[in-house]
């Protein structure tokens, strides 16, 4: 068996099942070699902190199905600073990585018979929602689900082959590559998970959370030795879970922010008046930075083509804020006409003009290559 | 001829001042005057051909197009030649007007519409040989694609052949051109020139007239480049003596047989005849889709046409390569400079026909930029 199974089998929870879809894995993926065992941080090349952070969004899912272990490796593979995941929790209390409350759209679960009865429909952000919710699921029903690629016009070769992974089998893969890789984990829908998810010692989703980060060593504040060594940014849409988290750890955290018209699932507050100033210069007594929606820091046309800026990476910068916009795909659907269909356009037009601290990116490889192409170049 | 000639230089002039907002060109009066010296064409890395001009972002094959190209950094600026009715020579795509002009709002037009066989297909639309040049005109170009910006619909007419070759020779950098012989069969049918000349050789009179000769990498080529290509091995033929210019044969999918001999695909990719054409041509241009035939999506196992074009001293020049995912194999990740890497670095070939010469050209620089002058083999000239 390669050193790599070794490590994981010896952490992971869920056991045989794991091993099996990570061997599989590890003879369907290109370039995965012997990693070292974790805790040689010292050997290994450090995060690069001198241009901005190429964040895997749901991993390499431009290529693989999100958030799976086959999607965050070939990230790693493929340069990224960061591995970005989801973290909602199951009916028995594990955190796992998954971005949609319900499993409908990157699972088979509706090929398992034996689920069919739990479909439903439950209120999600005062929106009525139907499907099959990932909270009335145990950890080992969900693995018995595979992922598939949410996209129609992605690759869906990879279909039906990995699981669901646990957000410590996330962290595992970060700290068994063989450079330092960063994880950016979500508290994802904090309000939704606390409703219907209970945990026995009367703690909570983001107690929960917190630990899971601090049982592998995180923290510490940004840009400390510590946090060079184990790179963490913590974000949510829900700022009370963020100023909570703060108690409990001094990791740096993540404040997104999503459309106009949305408003936070906790505190039930509008876009404008969490992007106002006072509500900045409250922020940021708690946050390191804020992730925007990129069509609200720059919003679009009908017709598809860039308009003004607004100020808000002005205004974040001068609080000392730094900016990870969200989020950044090849697709020709997904680019303004400004970039004339070309992804490194827009990679240019942000990190350049605009000057962004990160990006979100379903496309590592590429983010990576437009960074390394033009570093010789600055 | 030469009050058309004139016309057209008025046209061209009037275009810059009318309306047309993407012209930065028009500022810079380049002449063509010889002693003006010119940033050279780039012979050291692969060609970058504006296939229909910067088309992915402008109607194709307008003014607006090709000088967006050239701002881009394109090396050539490729088009199509076709034919009015009245034997003036257009750049223009396809055999009628239908999906890139306004045509079908003309209600003057409406009962022009026609029925004819082209390459042994029947089809029905407003066929460009009949209308003649100031009728042409008189329409509007519009973006063929509807995934593509929409925004300068209405805005260009249709270019002549000279006007194209005036805006090359305006540039403020040498630019050279690539115009294909387009299909000759149904122009010939259709079109006729007085003094017994046909199509072929309306098309290289115009290229003499504005002194494009000369062999590949002559003195001459290099001041005024210019690549000939066409489908139709005939007319290649036939133009070589009139003209030592360099040339290309193009090749379409492997179903296609060529319009003029009925040749297979088979036949026109084998050794033999390859070592024929090769007195005529410096290269071919094939659908990059026949070179490597893709599965599910996926490129498969390469061909050995590009290894066998190349003991020929032949070169190839794939087309087209566009930065929308639909047209991207799964192997690039939707990232069109990954298949530029593939291609030009994996397989080698010596051009690519690109609809987004913007993008190439930032490949290009990014990963062989000028100051590095690698060295490319492209054989001797020919």
Known sequence: ?378 | MDSLWHASVIVLVLLFIGGSDANPAARRHSQLDVNHKKQPLQTFRPYNIAHRGSNGEIPEETAAAYLRAIDEGTDFIETDILASEDGHLICFHDVTLDNTTDIASRTEFAGRKRTYEVQGVNMTGWFTVDFTLRELKSLRVKQRFSFRDQQYNGKYNILTFDEFILIALHADRVVGIYPEIKNPIFINQHVKWSGGKKFEDKFVETLLKYGYKGKYMSEDWLMKPLFIQSFAPTSLIYISNITNAPKLLLIDETTVPTQDTNQSYYEITSNGYLAFIRKYVIGIGPWKDTIIPPENNHLGPATDLVARAHALNLQVHPYTFRNENSYLHFNFHQDPYAEYEYWLREIGVDALFTDFTGSLHKYLEWTAPHQNKEKKCRGPPA
């Open chain 1, 1 to 378: 068996l390669p050193v790599r199974l070794t490590c994981v089998c010896v952490r992971a929870c869920a056991g045989v099942v794991v091993a099996a879809a990570l061997l599989v894995l590890g003879c369907a993926s290109s370039g995965a070699t012997a990693r070292p065992l974790v805790g040689a941080a010292a050997a290994k090349q450090p995060l690069q902190t001198s241009r901005p952070y190429n964040i895997a969004h749901r991993g390499s899912n431009g290529e693989l199905p999100e958030e799976t272990a086959a999607a965050y490796m070939r990230a790693v593979d493929e340069g990224a600073d960061f591995i970005e995941a989801d973290i909602v929790a199951t009916k028995d209390g594990h955190l796992v990585c998954f971005h949609d409350v319900t499993l409908d759209d990157t699972t088979d679960v509706a090929d398992h018979k034996e689920f069919a009865a739990r479909r439903r429909t439950l209120q999600v952000q005062w929106a009525n929602v139907t499907g099959y919710f990932i909270t009335d699921f145990t950890l080992a029903e969900l693995k018995t689900l595979r992922v598939k690629q949410r996209w129609s016009f992605r690759d869906k070769s990879h279909d039906g082959i990995s699981p669901i992974i646990t957000f410590d089998e996330f962290i595992d893969i970060a700290l068994n590559a063989k450079r330092v890789v960063g994880i950016y984990p979500e508290m994802k829908s904090p309000v939704f998970i606390n409703q219907h998810v209970k945990w026995a010692d009367g703690k909570k989703y983001e107690d929960k959370f917190i630990a899971t980060l601090k049982k592998y060593g995180y923290g510490g504040k940004y840009m400390t030795k510590r946090w060079t060594e184990r790179p963490v940014f913590i974000q949510s849409f829900a700022p009370t879970s963020l100023i909570y988290a703060a108690d409990l750890t001094d990791s740096p955290k993540v404040f997104l922010i999503d459309d106009v018209t949305v408003r936070t699932e906790d505190t039930d507050q509008s876009y404008e008046e969490i992007t106002s100033d006072e509500y900045l210069d409250y922020m940021r007594e708690y946050v390191v930075g804020i992730g925007p929606w990129k069509d609200t820091v720059v919003p679009p046309t009908r017709d598809n083509t860039l308009t003004t800026p607004t100020d808000m990476v002005a205004m974040a910068h001068a609080r000392g804020l730094q900016v990870h916009p969200y989020t950044y795909r090849n697709e020709n659907r997904f680019l303004h006409y400004n970039f004339r269909q070309d992804p490194y356009a827009e990679y240019d037009y942000w990190l350049n003009d605009v000057g962004v601290d990160g990006l979100f990116t379903d496309f590592p490889a590429s983010l990576r290559r437009f960074q390394d192409w033009t570093a010789a170049k600055n």
